[in-house]
């Protein structure tokens, strides 16, 4: 059980850490900020997270992948003891989660990929895909009468 909840603390501040540079982060900020204060220091955690979004923000800039991954590594320890510590803030953390990425219906041939792109410097859009067209072309032929 300790390894799901650490495997989830891992994917919530992963998912976190990445919206912080965001226009999705003014959103996303609040409800964190509640369920990492538990109702008692919402303020101070949510004053916690616009620092380390600077914090983010200038390492970015700075090219400073280490200071990046410091930010990530922060939230993932702050998560993990509030999965810890309260046994009601798993479903809470993974309701959240699901409203920020939520899963398409899943039948038996859908495989669900969540893609990080970190450090370096981009000047076009990156696509990760693992199929990417119009299906058109991927319709496999049946013998020669198909042509």
């Known amino acids: 059980m300790e390894a799901e909840l650490t495997a989830l603390a891992a994917s919530g ?21 509640r ?26 800039r700075s090219g400073d ?17 509030a999965l810890r510590d309260d046994p009601e803030a798993e479903a809470e953390l993974r309701a959240i989660l699901d409203d920020l ?5 899943a039948g038996p041939d859908v495989a669900i990929n969540h893609n990080t ?3 370096g410097h981009y000047n076009a859009p990156v ?3 693992q199929w ?10 049946r013998g020669p009468a198909a042509d």
């Open 117 to 119: 792109i970190s450090g």
């Open 35 to 60: 369920f990492l204060g538990r109702g008692e220091d919402d303020e101070a955690v949510d004053a916690e997270l616009e620092e380390s979004r600077e914090e983010l923000i200038a390492a970015r």
């Open 65 to 81: 992948e280490n200071g990046a991954a410091d930010v990530t590594a922060e939230w993932r320890i702050r998560i993990r003891r």
């Open 101 to 105: 990425a939520p899963r398409q219906a």
């Open 13 to 33: 501040a992963t998912t976190f850490v990445g919206l912080m540079a965001t226009e999705a982060w003014t959103q996303v900020r609040g409800r964190l900020a």
């Open 132 to 141: 990417v067209g119009d299906g058109a072309a991927s319709t496999p032929r």
């Open 127 to 129: 696509i990760m895909a």
